[in-house]
């Protein structure tokens, strides 16, 4: 009796430029990420529905640039505390911790640091907590649009 033998294909996610599809729904994010130190604000919002490929960009961001990347907060207030040693942040986070994200977002404007933070709706109108919304005024928001089949299908061409 033969058995069916299981491919054990490893698939690394390099997340280099060079793998990124470049279409119109992202262009404006990529060439902006590209001018770093160089941009007018050093607090981003990077906006994007799921799967859009926010993630992707920050992580080809923190390859070039040397951020500290999060999609997570420490729960631990000691291993937080060390997050105000470094100098840029990526925040790609599915829930923020209101409280967490404000001190990181304070710190950031008062010591003139950098801090991306991804959301599926920009950040001014998604958080309603009254200390926040003074401070969401200093980002400056980039768009992705989402990837529609259309924009997949005719990239297909860079495939063959």
């Known amino acids: 009796m033969n058995q069916q033998k299981v491919l054990n294909f490893k698939f690394d996610n390099s ?8 279409d119109s729904s992202n262009e404006k994010a990529l060439l902006f990420f590209n001018k770093f130190p160089d941009w007018e604000n050093k607090l981003i919002n990077l906006v994007g529905s799921e799967k859009s490929g926010k993630t992707f960009l920050l992580r080809i961001l ?5 951020f500290y990347y999060l999609n997570t907060f420490p729960e631990n207030n000691e291993e ?13 986070l599915n829930e923020l911790d209101e409280l967490k994200f404000f001190s990181i977002l304070n710190h950031c404007i008062i010591n003139d640091k950098y801090l991306v933070v991804t959301s599926l709706v920009p950040l001014q109108t998604h958080h309603r907590e009254k200390r926040l919304c003074p401070f969401l005024c200093f ?17 297909s061409k860079f495939w063959k």
């Open 15 to 22: 997340y280099n430029e060079k793998d990124f599809i470049l």
């Open 62 to 66: 923190n390859k070039k640039n040397d």
């Open 139 to 155: 980002f400056s928001w980039k768009l992705i649009y989402h990837l529609c089949d259309h924009n997949i299908l005719s990239s």
């Open 80 to 92: 937080f505390d060390k997050l105000f040693n470094f100098e840029r942040f990526l925040l790609d």
